[in-house]
């Protein structure tokens, strides 16, 4: 137990309300760790934000979460994580905090991709932003060149899920659409990466449109084992890191739509702050 009196929480950032599934998992995995989520809800979704868009919102939360004591920050949106991170990682932290670190959920989920295939053909389903970035395919072709890989872009996904309106039958036609784009492109297909957190909640919709040998490959359990096995091999942050317990949550939003909304992701009720980036 660390028995720092300051508070050193994890941060956690998402774009919006999907990286609650993350921490979600990060909290029922390490319970005794201090968290601060992050939503920049009131610049959702990233999805289709160019790139200098996207670095330029992800850093100013990154540096709002160092300011709140963090000194780990997980990316828990794959569009920051595809077109923020490396430069955050190489050009900015060398200069503005040299001794804190950022981490993505691409790296950590191509890692493991290859153990849930027997095919090795593999799918990809994820924002415009994640998906034109390449990053999938970049970490895979690098950690696994022997898959090989087909995606396609959901840009309706992830408006279905923060508006509540993905059990609505007309919510069906988008998502089975683009499955069957996908399975279309490679029907030797027998694992699809969730390449988004908000995708989870669209899991038994998304069953109906594949062959039940098809495995859905979700991010919570991955990155929860990936941020577990970090503080296992870097023990100088794991000591810096504040072990109370505490949770805090901020958006750049309406709290109440927040709280309302986040809840169905994160499962059960939370109380949130405002927050100006």
Not at 9 to 33: C, H, K, M, Q, W
Not at 167 to 174: D, L, R
């Amino acid at each position: 137990m660390n028995n720092n009196n300051h508070s050193a929480p994890i941060g956690v950032f998402d774009s919006g309300y999907g990286g609650l599934t993350i921490l979600r998992e990060f909290v029922n995995r390490l319970p005794a760790y201090d968290f601060v989520y992050l939503g920049d809800n009131a610049r959702s979704p990233y999805g289709s934000r160019s790139f200098q868009a996207v670095y330029h919102y992800t850093l100013e939360a990154v540096k709002k979460l160092f300011g709140l004591g963090c000194p780990l920050v997980i990316l828990a949106c794959n569009t920051s994580s595809a077109k923020a991170l490396r430069s955050i990682q190489q050009t900015d932290l060398p200069l503005i905090a040299p001794d804190r670190r950022v981490l993505g959920v691409i790296r950590p989920t191509a890692e493991t991709v290859e153990k849930y295939t027997l095919s090795k053909h593999v799918g990809i389903l994820g924002t415009p932003g994640t998906i034109n970035s390449g990053s999938y395919l970049l970490e895979i072709e690098k950690l696994s060149p022997q898959l090989t890989v087909f995606q396609e872009a959901c840009p309706m996904w992830v408006s279905l899920v923060e508006n509540d309106e993905f059990n609505n039958p007309g919510a069906e036609y988008f998502i089975r659409k683009n499955v069957e784009n996908l399975l279309a492109r490679d029907p030797r297909i027998d694992a699809i990466i969730l390449g988004c957190t908000h995708y989870p909640l669209l899991v038994d919709i998304i069953r109906k449109f594949i062959p039940s040998h098809v495995k859905l490959i979700s991010q919570d359990n991955i990155v929860a084992d990936s941020l577990i096995d970090y503080l296992n091999r870097h023990p100088e942050m794991n000591n810096r890191i504040s072990k109370l317990g505490n949770i805090q949550f901020f958006t750049t939003d309406s709290i109440e739509l927040f709280e309302k909304r986040g809840s169905v992701f994160f499962r059960k009720p939370f109380h949130a702050e405002q927050i100006d980036l």
